[in-house]
């Protein structure tokens, strides 16, 4: 059964990080553009980030772009989110999904389409 499994939410501090992990169960990774969505309590699930299946470009959403990062380490079948300067406004479940190997702005920009496996989700609150 095909798996992702999600690790490193929790509460920060404005202007604080964290580091989101995907890790791929009983499939790799490598032949799937995986994102990264997030979804506030009362609003739509958003793209936050994609990575490509085949040159590792990237995608960011304009309110993320230049604080967080999205990579890809094939040797532990994972994909992280770096999120850094992180504001109130970043609170969220976020959510990761491995997708068919589309391009990251198709990937970010339609969150329910061409996936083939949800993870569970990681809550980050950012509050002082």
């Known amino acids: 059964q095909l798996q992702l499994v999600e690790s490193g939410g929790g509460l920060v501090q404005p202007g604080g990080s964290l580091r989101l992990s995907c890790t791929g169960s009983?499939?790799?990774?490598?032949?799937?553009?995986v994102g990264w969505f997030r979804q506030a309590p009362g609003k739509e699930r958003e793209g936050v980030s994609c990575?490509?299946?085949?040159?590792?470009?990237?995608y960011y959403t304009a309110s993320v772009k230049g604080r967080f990062t999205i990579s890809r380490d094939s040797a532990n079948n994972t994909v992280y989110l770096q999120m850094n300067s992180l504001k109130p406004e970043d609170t969220a479940v976020y959510y990761c999904?491995?997708?068919?190997?589309?391009?990251?702005?198709?990937?970010?920009?339609?969150?329910?389409?061409?996936?083939?496996?949800w993870g569970q989700g990681t809550l980050v609150t950012v509050s002082s």
């Open positions: 990575i490509s299946s085949t040159d590792d470009s990237t």
């Open positions: 999904a491995a997708k068919d190997p589309i391009k990251p702005i198709l990937c970010a920009v339609a969150p329910y389409r061409y996936v083939k496996v």
């Open positions: 009983e499939f790799t990774l490598d032949y799937s553009a």
